[in-house]
């Protein structure tokens, strides 16, 4: 299985449990990792049998932005969800990093990995 990625894709968003936090949008930062078979696009050199990863950006950026979670774990889920349903990849590893939320911790998040149910 092959792996396409995106990595430091940087999103602000209202996130949080405190009344501050609901009041203004952080910068959550995401990586991603989908299993793919890229043998089909590489033989072809065509981007239409492979997994087209700006595409799975710009729709988890729009997804993200207009999203208003309490919890990164809820956001980590609901993200992976839609990679696997809308680009139909058999796997996903998702790292959601909410920089600055610990006071003296520079990374802190989740790092999840679904795949598609059976």
């Given amino acids: 299985m092959d792996i396409i990625f995106l990595r430091d894709l940087r999103i602000d968003t209202v996130i949080g449990v405190y009344a501050w936090e609901r009041k203004t949008r952080q910068t959550v930062i995401l990586d991603i990792?989908?299993?793919a078979d890229i043998a089909k696009a590489a033989a072809a050199d065509s981007i239409s049998q492979t997994l087209n990863y700006k595409?799975?950006?710009k729709r988890i950026i729009a997804f993200v932005e207009a999203s208003r979670f309490d919890l990164v774990e809820t956001l980590a889920e609901k993200v992976t969800e839609i990679?696997?349903?809308e680009f139909k990849v058999p796997w996903c590893r998702l790292t959601l990093n909410k920089q600055g939320a610990?006071?003296?911790?520079?990374d802190v998040g989740v790092?999840?990995?679904r795949r598609q149910s059976a």
Avoid: D
Wanted: glycine share 12%; hydrophobic share 55%.
């Fill in 55 to 57: 595409e799975v950006a």
């Fill in 33 to 35: 990792e989908m299993g």
């Fill in 102 to 106: 610990v006071r003296g911790v520079r």
């Fill in 83 to 85: 990679i696997l349903r």
């Fill in 111 to 113: 790092i999840i990995e």
